[in-house]
């Protein structure tokens, strides 16, 4: 039996009592029920974005991503498109809504938020899980007071009905999916009717095709970690009921200071490499927003949970270690993408002496979510150093669209002034 308590911890940011009492309660339950032997990798992650934007994005990520375009699912209301690697990596599933008076409740979750109500349709939900028994799995979630939807919600959300989905969370807002597969067997989604939609095909294979012509289609590899940006009274909580749902361990919190923010990173007990199921993180502030005024601290993070609300930041993908040209690899792929007109926010930063290199992109249009490049040198297993992920913060402080909010902000109060 798995005993996750027993993993090394990393980190200097310090946890509450609470926190650390219910991490090993919390962690110790899970591993003798055994939903940690039944809960596994991530299968697959969920994005929906608005109408007319779904073609444009998976061609986006057929460049900037080593995913291939696989089928589309088309049910009621949306399309569904599926993107793969091979079968030891997640799956995107890229939803479409095909009426943008579509309503519902992740809408919801968007309309209240300055950017996130301009694309309301537009958001990331969340993972899907692989178990071993879906039945067990979903009474023992049920004991410890997780709520999941209906087979009938399911159906009029229209995601998989293979799935069971938990309700999404007050913290993240995201949701979390569990679905049952034999390691021996192909993942197929229940869903709608199955194509190849000629749209996205050919878009796809036109951005395959410029992939190999920049000579980056073998250096980027698949989701190294998912980052998530919360309010900083729920970082503690929402790491604990991603530990309860899934079988994930505690890495470690490091402590920004120079961003007033903790990043917190959480990983897979089943697998050491994050390309088999990506790392999950949490990024907090570590005082609320209504303190700056008093302070004076930055406060990157909390002003995009603000804006956009509680949800994925960025998704990381790792790059070959190695030169291309007498570059770095991620020198080599970053300077290719931006030569087709992708915006990056800063210049690559770390080094082979600090074990790493890493940089953001600018937010997609059709997802918001920006895109990380991370190159790892030798054997280094971190995530970030210090200096780089203040950096990074910093520049993702910066980004276009919240700018521009914070710009017509000061317009609108000295007009009331």
């Not at 890229?94 to 809408?107: H, N, P, S």
């Not at 915006?343 to 920006?370: N, Y």
């Not at 040198?377 to 910066?398: R, S």
């Amino acid at each position: 039996m798995i005993n996750s308590t027993t993993f090394p911890r990393h980190g200097d940011k310090q946890n509450s009592p609470f926190f650390e009492e219910y991490l090993t309660r919390l962690l110790q339950e899970r591993d003798r029920c055994g939903l940690t032997d039944m809960i596994d990798q991530i299968e697959a992650i969920m994005i929906t974005v608005d109408p007319g934007h779904s073609i444009r994005y998976i061609g986006e990520l057929a460049l900037m991503t080593p995913y291939h375009y696989l089928v589309t699912l088309e049910s009621k209301s949306h399309w569904t498109h599926i993107l793969r690697v091979d079968m030891n990596s997640p799956d995107f599933l890229v939803r479409e809504v095909k009426d943008r008076r579509t309503r519902g409740i992740f809408r919801s979750l968007n309309e209240v938020y300055p950017i996130g109500a301009r694309k309301p349709n537009s958001r990331y939900m969340g993972e899907i899980l692989r178990v071993k028994n879906m039945h067990n799995v979903v009474e023992c979630q049920q004991g410890r007071e997780f709520r999941f939807f209906s087979q009938e919600e399911i159906r009029k959300l229209e995601l998989p009905g293979n799935l069971a989905i938990v309700k999404p969370s007050p913290y993240t807002h995201n949701i979390v999916g569990y679905i049952e597969r034999p390691l021996d067997q192909i993942r197929t989604y229940a869903l709608g009717i199955s194509s190849i939609n000629p749209e996205v095909q050919e878009v796809y294979l036109a951005a395959k095709e410029l992939q190999k012509k920049l000579r980056i289609e073998d250096l980027i590899l698949p989701i190294d970690h998912l980052a998530t940006r919360i309010y900083s009274q729920n970082r503690e909580v929402a790491i604990l009921e991603w530990l309860s749902l899934s079988s994930y361990y505690y890495w470690g919190s490091y402590d920004i200071s120079d961003q007033n923010s903790s990043t917190n990173v959480t990983k897979s007990t089943h697998y050491s490499s994050e390309i088999h199921s990506p790392a999950k993180v949490f990024t907090a502030n570590n005082t609320p927003y209504f303190v700056n005024h008093l302070e004076q601290l930055p406060s990157p993070t909390e002003t995009f949970v603000r804006n956009y609300g509680p949800r994925l930041h960025h998704i990381a993908l790792a790059v070959r270690d190695g030169e291309t040209d007498a570059r770095e690899n991620i020198e080599h792929v970053v300077s290719q993408i931006a030569a087709q007109g992708r915006d990056f926010l800063l210049d690559v930063i770390g080094s082979r002496d600090q074990g790493l290199k890493q940089i953001f992109s600018s937010a997609s249009q059709h997802s918001s979510l920006i895109i990380e490049y991370v190159q790892r040198f030798g054997d280094f297993q971190g995530f970030f150093t210090k200096e780089n992920v203040a950096e990074l913060t910093h520049a993702a402080g910066i980004e276009e669209e919240l700018l521009e909010l914070q710009a017509s902000s000061r317009v609108e109060h000295s007009e009331v002034r």
